[in-house]
């Protein structure tokens, strides 16, 4: 008997949505040298959220846990060949061929950031400039590939997943929900980052060579 079950935590809601805003925003503030600072938090926001999402993958919730999508290649050829009929199985957490962009996700955010760290730091030159925009474009393509993916998995399954992402709630067995939603984890991540972007509006980010806040500071002592 199906029943409304809890299948994401809050902390990885908080982390999803955090990440979207952040992705988005850098990818939005990546041309213009006006917006390099607003650029570089959103990019240091990334790392801080995924840094907190690898620990997530070992000690969070059933779903949340790296393990419970780690699916096999024969088992994402499965999926897909399943889903081509027309007969691809529900899966409470992640279904096996939406997990491939979960990972890739993941592996690119931190590409994207290290390299953006990286070149913010001078180093790697025109190459790390390069791999930095290779990266973040690759990881642009695999975000609208996500996206066309939760939209058909919805319809397929007649299950709304971007609600599933902000209320934490599917339809499911009861012994398959999880317990706890660790309300406070997620209310800590949301104020860190919070927190962090209010600091950086007050002081500016010292970007080397720009007259920021900060460096104005510093040039006055
Ligand atoms: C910048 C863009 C995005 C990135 C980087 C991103 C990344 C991710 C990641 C890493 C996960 C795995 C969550 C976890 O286990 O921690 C995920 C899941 C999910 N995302 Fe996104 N996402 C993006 C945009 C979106 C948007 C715009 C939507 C809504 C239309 C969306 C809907 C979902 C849903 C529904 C899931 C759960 C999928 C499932 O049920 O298996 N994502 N996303």
Redesign the pocket.
Known sequence: MLQRILVWDIP?RV??WL??LS??GAFLTAESERYRDIHVVLGYTLLGLLAF?LVWGFAGTRY?RFSSFLFKPAEVAAYLSALLKGKAKHYV???PL?SVA?WL??GL?IGSGVTGVLLYQEIGGDAMEELHEIVSNTMLVI?MI??AG?VVSSLLHREN??R??ITGFKSGEPEKGISRSFLWLGVIILVAVLAFWSNYSAIGVATPGADTASSRQHDDD
């Open positions: 990885t982390f999803h990440l979207v992705f988005t999402r949340a957490g992640h279904n939406g979960i996700l993941l955010g975000v996500h996206i939760v997943l971007v599933a992402m």
